[in-house]
């Protein structure tokens, strides 16, 4: 399989996992979380190339909190303010920031990354004969 065909595989795995969780959340989702979903799942392959192996699992998981918080910003910035479709509105949460991202979601975000790092591995591994990484907790 070229690369091309994995990455939009893996696209659509990472997207379609992000509107099942919101729909276990919250009973809906949006289009809008499919291409978020997509975007932070290629992202999550791209921090730990990006690092080359040194990080650890929790270092790794840590980025990719903070990355995944970063796209949700954005794409709410887009779709919620500038579309005004309000998919999503933080505003009644704690430590929000401009009703589009909130701390409560940013630490979810931290303990859903560590399987979605593995499972974008393994893809990685079976769709382009990646090596497997070896993961250090800290």
Known sequence: MNPAQAYTIMFFTGGFLYCALEILMRGYSHISMLLAGGICFVLVGAVQNLLGGQASLVGQMLLCSLMITVVEFVVGMIVNRYLHLAVWDYSGQQYNFRGQICLLYCNLWFWLSGPVIVLH?????????????HYKIF
């Open 121 to 133: 591995d393994l893809m990685e591994h079976f769709l382009l004969n990646v090596p497997m990484q």
